[in-house]
């Protein structure tokens, strides 16, 4: 009994690292996830590329290993709407805020574009969102008749123990707020 608490004990306290690193240049995207549990990393990205009709073609690779991607439906992005939702709420989010470090933040922005006016107008406007952004470092910079540019960097670290409880504690609220529908009841006139 005691090697199963001490193994529980190890699960619980495991660290946890994420990163992310999205970028956007010349006109398509790529993306960049990886993640850490006591040091075993994985690693996967996702690029993309136009074929010879112009059509977006997806390409993914997990580790080493080239991963078929079919855009559809399906319940493949069951793990990541779950993800979503959890962040895009207000109670995830608190859930999150103090069980979550970002240790490293980097957003980049390069507007271009041939007209010179909303370029500028557009670096400034991104340039004002900065106070949003308490950490990292925020750089935005006009390219007068260049390519437009994106590039975001996020680095996390957590506790395995204490996401798990979050996630717990979300789906409890979650559970708790849906309300029982009662019976229809249909009145007959006879």
Same mark, same amino acid.
């Given at each position: 009994m005691i090697w199963l608490l001490i193994a529980l004990y190890i699960i619980l306290i495991a660290p946890v690292r @994420?990163?992310?690193? @999205?970028?956007?240049?010349? %006109?398509?995207p790529s993306l960049q996830a990886g993640g850490a549990v006591w040091g075993v990393r994985v690693r996967g990205s996702l690029h993309a590329r136009r074929d010879?009709?112009? #059509?977006l073609l997806l390409? %993914?690779?997990?580790?080493?290993?080239?991963?078929? +991607?079919?855009?559809?439906?399906?319940?493949?992005g069951t793990v990541l709407k779950t993800l979503g939702l959890?962040?895009?709420?207000?109670?995830?989010r608190a859930a999150l805020k103090g069980l979550v470090s970002?240790? #490293?933040?980097?957003?980049?922005?390069q507007i271009g574009g041939s007209d010179a006016?909303?370029?500028a107008l557009l670096t400034g406007l991104l340039s004002a969102l900065r106070p949003l952004l308490p950490s990292g470092n925020f750089r935005c910079r006009p390219s007068f008749g260049g390519e437009t540019r994106a590039y975001v960097l996020c680095i996390?670290?957590?506790? +395995?123990?204490?996401? +798990? @409880?979050a996630w717990l504690r979300w789906r409890m609220r979650k559970g708790a707020d849906r309300?029982?529908?009662?019976a229809w009841t249909i009145q007959s006139e006879t």
């Open positions: @994420a990163g992310v690193e @999205a970028r956007w240049a010349k %006109g398509l010879k009709a112009g #059509r390409t %993914g690779v997990l580790g080493k290993r080239p991963l078929p +991607l079919r855009l559809g439906r399906g319940r493949s959890l962040l895009k709420s207000n109670q995830g970002v240790d #490293r933040l980097d957003v980049f922005f006016a909303s370029a996390a670290h957590a506790r +395995l123990g204490t996401l +798990l @409880a309300k029982e529908e009662k």
